[in-house]
């Protein structure tokens, strides 16, 4: 096959797929016979990457494969497009998740010791919900509490390869300024990429809301979930990018 042809096939793959594709993914595309070998699926996606180079879209690789998604300095704008009102979350949930990725695996005890309050059980349901944590086991100690990790869900959502990709720690002055430090790769202002503070709800000190959300629920409680960064950007008749 040429290497225009495989080019033009993957692309159209990822296009039509609307989701993460691995390179295992793509070779099962092909017939035995003329199955190119995963190099050239590789030198494929890696020739997309810079042919859409100072363009509004972009291929990133993420924890579950390559998709091809809205470049974050154009999405805020693009996000307009969008029927669905703009999402928000909690400083609450937002600090939860942030110290769930960090300190994972961790229980809810350890959470509420280290913010200080005690976690709402929206939190936590919320974020199972949403399959951005799941329960990777329990701490050997009376109670046998469950503990949470990120998932690949997780890791796809804010466009991020691995947990490696994470900014450091040394980065995150403290978590007031959560929404301006923790500026996962690839985001739109999502979750705590977010583009600043003023995105996140007023809220207390208990890390109650000050300001309801627009499902009436308090701070403590998710409000309607954020549009994915790095959204995936939109084809001929409704396909994703």
């Known amino acids: 096959m040429k290497d225009r042809s495989l080019l033009n096939l993957v692309e159209a793959a990822l296009l039509a797929a609307g989701r993460p594709v691995s390179v295992e993914q793509l070779l099962e595309l092909f017939d ?15 020739a997309l990457q810079s042919e859409y180079t100072g ?42 998740l942030a110290l769930i990725a960090y300190r994972q695996p961790i229980t809810r005890g350890e959470i509420e010791e280290i913010r200080g309050v005690t976690v709402n059980p929206d939190i936590v349901r919320t974020l199972l919900e949403r399959n951005w944590i799941r329960v990777v086991g329990h701490r050997e100690v009376p109670g046998h509490p469950e503990l949470l990790g990120t998932t690949r869900e997780f ?14 720690l040394a980065e995150l002055r403290d978590m007031d300024n959560l929404g301006v430090q923790l500026e996962l790769p690839g985001q739109a202002g999502e979750l705590a990429v ?18 309801p959300d627009d499902d009436g629920a308090d701070d403590d409680s998710e409000s309607s979930p954020p549009q994915a960064s790095g959204m995936v950007a939109r084809g001929p008749e409704g396909s994703s990018l």
């Open 32 to 46: 035995e016979r003329d199955c190119p070998e995963a190099s050239e699926i590789r030198a494929a996606l890696t």
């Open 55 to 96: 363009r509004g879209i972009e291929l990133k690789e993420v924890a579950s494969g390559f998709r091809i998604q809205v470049r974050r300095g154009v999405s805020e704008t693009v996000s307009r497009l969008l029927q669905e009102r703009p999402r928000r979350y909690s400083r609450a949930l937002l600090e939860t």
């Open 155 to 168: 890791l796809d959502y804010f466009s991020l390869k691995g947990l490696e990709d994470l900014p450091s």
């Open 194 to 211: 977010l583009e600043g503070t003023d995105r996140l709800e007023a809220t207390d000190e208990d890390g109650q809301s000050s300001v």
